[in-house]
């Protein structure tokens, strides 16, 4: 069966400092993955999609970064955080079979900017 | 732009109650619209639908798409406190070799004994 696993759980950064969050997946190959984040009162926003290695979509302009040197690795950074950084961000996949797409997600991490 | 509403917001009832949650959306290349419940932390999947007029049902929880006036519903019976929850609308729209999810904010429902 499949499984995303995420880390850190949660994480507390200065202004400033850099970010690696770390998101992977078990038991498919090739699969869409996705960086979403879901901040206080607005819902979840897309911000990267991948179709695979080294293919990464922006959906939304910022100073986060996202890279999949892995076919099942995605990994979301920061050069320096902001303070609108703060929130929860979850990584989703859905297989890419071509059939109507349901996203699994994985636990999240909490991020708070200080 | 896409979008997806919905509504109310917030949402406290009393355990036995029914509710009713809405979703609106104007997307393009709308494939699907789907419904989560997000409990502490990552959504878990309830709903996908995909053609007008067919109710999903799993126990006290259905849903159904009017892809004519562009919403959908998600209705719960008989209430439980172990329904409190923030439910999730997202639509699904086909992008360039990928298929998107576009989420409104969440209607959260708490449920009281």
């Known amino acids: 069966s499949q499984t995303i696993h995420q880390w850190p759980a949660t994480l507390v950064q200065p202004v400033g400092s850099p970010l690696s969050l770390e998101c992977t997946v078990e038991?498919?190959?090739?699969?869409?993955l996705y960086w979403y984040r879901q901040a206080a009162g607005r819902g979840l926003q897309l911000l990267f999609y991948s179709i695979g290695i080294d293919q990464i979509s922006s959906e939304v302009p910022q100073n986060l970064s996202a890279s999949r040197p892995q076919d099942r690795q995605f990994i979301l950074s920061s050069k320096k955080l902001l303070l609108s950084d703060s929130g929860f961000y979850l990584c989703?996949?859905?297989?890419?079979?071509?059939?109507?797409?349901?996203?699994?997600f994985g636990p999240g991490t909490r991020l708070t900017v200080l | 732009e896409d979008k997806v509403v919905q509504s109310p917001l917030s949402l406290v009832v009393h355990e036995g109650d029914t509710v009713t949650l809405n979703c609106s959306y104007e997307v393009t290349n709308f494939r699907s619209l789907l419904w989560y419940k997000q409990e502490k932390k990552a959504p878990t999947f309830l709903f996908m639908l995909t053609s007008s007029g067919i109710e999903k049902k799993s126990g006290r929880l259905s849903s159904i798409l009017d892809k004519k006036e562009l919403f959908s519903i998600l209705n719960i019976t008989a209430t439980q406190t172990g329904d409190s929850a923030i439910y999730l609308c997202a639509v699904e729209v086909a992008g360039a070799g990928s298929y998107q999810l576009t989420f409104g904010k969440g209607t959260k429902l708490s449920v009281i004994p």
């Open positions: 989703a996949w859905s297989p890419t079979n071509g059939h109507n797409n349901e996203q699994f």
């Open positions: 038991g498919t190959s090739n699969p869409n």
